[in-house]
């Protein structure tokens, strides 16, 4: 979705990009980057686009796939759950899951040897009223998708909850949603401390 897209990093390379430097920087090997990330993109939707024929190509050559998804499923596009009741959560996420789980279990048909590094979420709106029972909803939603992440051989949930946590407004873009470049630079450091070279 937007935050592989990297929407919001003034510098434009997002989390993925910065990663790719760093790769780079330590290894002194070309590092080649196919990104594929759409803006607003909900599970539903990447669902789709990882049974194209030419995505599937794309991950069947790749050594290592990163995944942000479920933030749009979740959020809204930014409009925040305050609206939301429990019965419709409970809904989008049983939806979400099983999207993840046939997302996953395509990049594996695709490719079963490729690390495959999966984003979690942060609470934007922390800082909002009803900010706590949304970190609930957030922690519960990051729960459950490192638990489908960890059905899967070499599939990593990242998470990135604690990056924003106590400081969520130094981290955002204007929009007050998406990271800005710091907030991308944390979440590059955290997938960088994973990777093995």
Do not use: C
Request: no cysteine; net charge neutral.
């Amino acid at each position: 979705d937007s935050l592989t897209r990297g929407t919001g990093d003034e510098t434009g390379k997002g989390y993925v990009g910065v990663l790719v430097d760093e790769l780079k920087e330590k290894t002194k090997q070309p590092v080649q980057l196919t990104n594929l990330g759409i803006n607003g993109q909900r599970s539903d939707q990447l669902r789709e686009q990882v049974q194209q024929t030419e995505v599937g190509r794309q991950i069947q050559k790749a050594d290592v796939v990163l995944v942000t998804i479920g933030g749009n499923d979740l959020f809204r596009s930014g409009q925040g759950i305050i609206n939301f009741n429990k019965e419709d959560l409970t809904g989008i996420q049983t939806k979400y899951l099983d999207n993840l789980k046939f997302i996953f279990e395509q990049i594996r048909r695709n490719n079963h040897k490729a690390n495959v590094f999966f984003v979690g979420l942060y609470n934007p709106f922390i800082e909002l009223d009803h900010g706590k029972e949304m970190s609930k909803v957030v922690r519960r939603w990051n729960y459950d998708s490192a638990e489908v992440s960890a059905a899967f051989p070499k599939i990593i949930f990242v998470p990135t909850f604690d990056l924003f946590e106590l400081k969520v407004n130094d981290y955002l873009y204007s929009d007050k949603f998406h990271p800005n470049t710091k907030g991308y630079k944390l979440i590059a450091e955290r997938v960088a401390s994973l990777l093995t070279w």
